[in-house]
């Protein structure tokens, strides 16, 4: 029988409850809805008007929701949807269904449709997520909407994962078609893809997008009302020293705007704060966490590159290391060439190598920039990393086996 070896110097790794730093520090997750939302009065105002009709009892109208990840649309779609259905709840003649799906991971209207007919249906009689004509899910789909009846509104967040618009046309339709009588629908499409709408064929987009509510970037001012908010509910009385939400709130608007990562950085400083021991979360555990979870997002980004993308990556560190960027691409080649030879592989042509330069852009690990210097110097690009080089190294150093040195 194995016996370990106890080491009597070892660090004490039991567990006890620690609340010292968060009175309750879910109310910075995803998952929280506060009780009120702030910073997005005129938004709130337009979608609660386009709800309006349910709550006389009127033919829902349906609403397309748009904006840039982390602006507060899932919140106030949730927000919103929870008073309704409290203030419906006193009027007898409204009978409201409420049906939210998350639409990451269903790439086809099949999907989606045998996902709603699931969420209506009692456990162990679910359909299959294969094996059915389309047209029997939608058969399917109809039945289960027409046994619920009254006003259903059904709410497809990330809507923008779905490669085809056959469910939206479907869904938006479905009254007119006559595929449905005992039942108003009204749908709630949810979208952090700004050209998604564009993309719709103009017959869905007529029908899908009768209401519109555009959620624009929070400014440094609306954040910090966010994260004021939150410190209330998620963090004891005089723990958060006077710069640390100014600071969270001003990176968060620099990185357009987003609330969700402001309220993440807020998370993450606490936790630090909570494993040093601290008393109060500092503007040290901010900047700390911010390299964190930079660190973090960069090596996410990376992990979803083709080898031949991280090794042009990893050419573009060893020339910042060098001093010699912004690089022109024919000056990332030669390393990227030889990036490949350590590894064992061919380099690819000077047009995918632009391709995998041009995908680091999109991920926002690197910039690039065009030049134009005239008749003479002509136009060409120049690329930068968009990080710390550490960081940047840490992550495609997780990935490749290098040999700095060799390069």
């Known amino acids: 029988m194995y016996h370990p070896v106890v080491n009597q110097h070892m660090a004490d790794f039991s567990f006890e409850q620690d609340t010292r730093v968060f009175r309750n520090r879910d109310a ?3 998952q929280y809805t506060p009780d009120e939302l702030v910073g997005r009065d005129e938004e709130l105002s337009e979608f609660h008007a386009a709800l309006q009709p349910v709550i006389n009892g009127e033919n829902p109208s349906n609403i397309f929701i748009y904006g840039k990840s982390g602006v507060g649309k899932t919140a106030a779609t ?16 409204v009978d409201l269904t409420t049906i939210e799906v998350n639409c990451d991971g269903l790439n086809t209207s099949y999907q989606t449709a045998v996902e709603l007919v699931n ?15 389309q047209a029997a899910v939608y058969n399917g789909l109809w039945e289960e909407l027409e046994t619920q009846g009254g006003i259903v509104l059904i709410v497809l967040d990330e809507v923008d ?31 952090n893809d700004l050209s998604f709408r564009e993309d719709l064929s103009s017959k869905v987009r007529s029908s899908l997008c009768e209401r519109e509510v555009n959620f624009s970037a929070y400014n440094a001012t609306e954040l910090q009302e966010v994260l004021r908010q939150r410190e209330t509910v998620a963090f004891h009385d005089d723990t958060l020293e006077d710069e640390v939400v100014p600071l969270c709130a001003a990176y968060g608007a620099r990185d357009s705007g987003d609330a969700r990562q402001a309220l993440d950085l807020l998370l993450m400083a606490g936790d630090l704060a909570r494993q040093d021991d601290a008393e109060h979360v500092t503007e040290q555990h901010v900047r700390r966490a911010k390299n964190k979870l930079k660190k973090n997002q960069v090596e996410e980004g990376i992990s979803t590159l083709s080898p031949h993308g991280q090794y042009a990556l990893y050419a573009l560190v060893v020339l910042e290391e ?22 064992g592989d061919e380099p690819v042509s000077l047009r995918s190598i632009r ?15 065009e030049k ?31 040999d700095p040195s060799a390069v």
């Open 372 to 402: 134009n210097r005239g008749r003479d110097g002509g136009k060409f690009t120049e690329q930068q990393l968009n990080h710390e080089v550490e960081i940047v190294r840490a992550g495609v150093s997780e990935l490749l086996e290098l």
């Open 28 to 30: 910075l997750t995803e």
């Open 161 to 191: 994962h779905i490669d085809d618009d056959s469910i939206l046309y479907q869904l938006s339709r479905a009254r007119d078609n006559g595929v449905i009588d005992n039942v108003d629908l009204g749908v709630i499409g949810i979208s």
């Open 119 to 133: 969420r209506m249906r009692d456990p162990g009689n679910e359909m299959s997520s294969t094996g059915y004509p």
């Open 322 to 343: 060098r001093g010699e960027t912004p690089a022109r691409t024919r000056d990332v080649v030669p390393v990227y060439q030889e990036v490949c030879r350590q590894q």
């Open 78 to 93: 949730r927000f919103l949807l929870q008073r309704l259905e409290r203030d419906v709840a006193d009027v007898d003649e």
């Open 355 to 369: 391709d995998h330069l041009a995908s680091l852009a999109q991920l926002g690990i690197i910039d690039r920039m």
